[in-house]
């Protein structure tokens, strides 16, 4: 199934307006702070592509070994 349980949308923030008293970071900066809270995720991203890839293989493997010529 790898990742199409996951629901993905679209936000922007084009006409967002933010009250300097209430802005965390420096202004800016939120791509970079964004993609680095990324890190994280995508090392579970790399297991699920471990999961699957070694499911796949076992299932390649049982497969050979059944069939014939």
């Not at 970071?25 to 699920?48: D, K, T």
């Not at 592509?49 to 796949?56: F, K, N, S």
Request: a negative charge.
């Amino acid at each position: 199934m790898g990742q199409f349980a996951s629901e993905f949308s679209f936000i922007s923030f084009a006409e967002l307006f933010v009250p300097d008293d209430i802005i965390l970071g420096e202004v800016g900066q939120g791509y970079r702070i964004a993609i680095s809270n990324l890190e994280a995720g995508r090392i579970g991203i790399v297991a699920q592509c471990i999961c699957v890839t070694e499911a796949v293989l076992e299932t390649a493997i049982d497969s050979a070994r059944e069939r014939r010529s």
